[in-house]
């Protein structure tokens, strides 16, 4: 079933359903949070999930010559969890800072940029601090949905027993309706 989510937010991507995408990723670390983590309160195990799987490769470096304490905003559990709470119940691509509590991901201003496929499949974010104070943060949709759906795959790949939590089938009528007629034949 993971493996059929992550190919339809493949398959939205490549038809530049970018926000049905988005919501498909922003699933992911719920069920691979739930496997790893089958104790933990559903928002600790999404952001525990994402950060030891995603957002730890995402901490930009503090750029030589700055001050050790001006870290630059990112893609931290607690970012992504306010996003998937805001755009999954609410339909909006919000951050809610307060209830962030790293201090440089409070971020004041946070967008969505979407890009069509590109050739080599590579995409950024932006993140900045605005007259020193205003955190902001760009996040490429594309990007974001390509980097969860792979940890997602390889975690799955890896850990498929304890996806054991899975106790249902999809019917496809198609497939069924070809397997059908080969049988008549």
Known sequence: MLQRLIN????????NCYL????I????????????????????????WYDDFVGQ?????????????TKMPYLSGEVIYSLRN??????????ESKKIKAAEN????????IESKNEF?????????????IRTYRVNVRRLCLIIGANASAYYKENKAKFDFFNFTII?????????KRLEL
């Open 172 to 180: 496809d009528r198609d497939q069924e309706i070809e397997r059908m």
């Open 106 to 113: 409070k971020i004041d201003k946070f967008s969505l940029v």
């Open 86 to 95: 805001s755009f999954l119940h609410q339909g909006t691509p919000n951050i």
């Open 121 to 133: 499949d590579i995409y950024s974010d932006a993140s900045g601090i605005l007259n020193g104070k």
């Open 25 to 48: 990723a922003l699933m992911l670390p719920d069920i691979c949070g739930k496997a790893a983590y089958p104790n933990l309160k559903v928002g600790d195990r999404y952001k525990a």
């Open 20 to 23: 049905a995408a988005l919501s």
């Open 57 to 69: 490769y995402e901490i930009p470096p503090v750029p030589e010559g700055w001050p050790n304490d």
């Open 8 to 15: 339809d937010m493949n398959n939205s991507l490549s038809s």
